[in-house]
């Protein structure tokens, strides 16, 4: 059993939810306004609920929960990174960020002609989502995304 956070973002919270996938943290993100319904699959997941609704938070017996106070993503994922002591880890990009799931794996052969061609001429790994079939690979996108990461991490504490 890993110790590590797992979260719930509520349905204001898309973008961070898919930052905090891309660290390899288990995030779900709850689109419905049912804050009753939320609260339960908090609970029932043992999941810290992220949410920017004063209702929410003036609960009483709330499971554990963060008041997410910045419009931005950054500072948002800075705000969670500061309170449960998040970084990216070895886990970063092991979810697909839109699903939640963890990708696998996928051999070169089978993303030909799926992926663009420089991008299948340059690189060696791949892996894909099992859910929504997007396929990933450590490509800039990901440079960019782990440096500034790395920056976070470097403020953090
Ligand atoms: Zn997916």
Redesign the pocket.
């Known amino acids: 059993m890993s110790t590590e956070p797992r979260f719930i973002a509520d349905a204001m919270l898309g973008k961070l939810a898919k930052w905090l996938r891309i660290m390899g943290y288990d995030t779900l993100y709850f689109k419905g306004g049912d804050k009753r319904a939320l609260i339960k699959k908090a609970r029932e997941e043992d999941r810290i609920i992220l949410t920017r609704d004063t209702r929410i938070i003036s609960r009483e017996n709330l499971p554990p929960n963060l008041f997410i106070q910045s419009d931005y993503p950054e500072e948002q994922l800075k705000e969670v990174s500061r309170n449960f002591n998040i970084f990216p880890t070895g886990k970063v990009l092991s979810l697909?960020s839109?699903?939640n799931?963890t990708i696998k794996p996928i051999s070169k052969e089978r993303v030909e002609g799926k992926v663009p061609d420089y991008i299948y001429t340059v690189h060696t790994k791949f892996s894909v989502?099992p859910?929504?079939r997007?396929i990933y690979w450590p490509g800039s996108h990901y440079k960019t995304m782990t440096a500034r990461l790395e920056s976070l991490a470097d403020e953090g504490a």
Do not use: A, D, G, I
């Open positions: 697909c839109s699903c799931v989502c859910r929504c997007r």
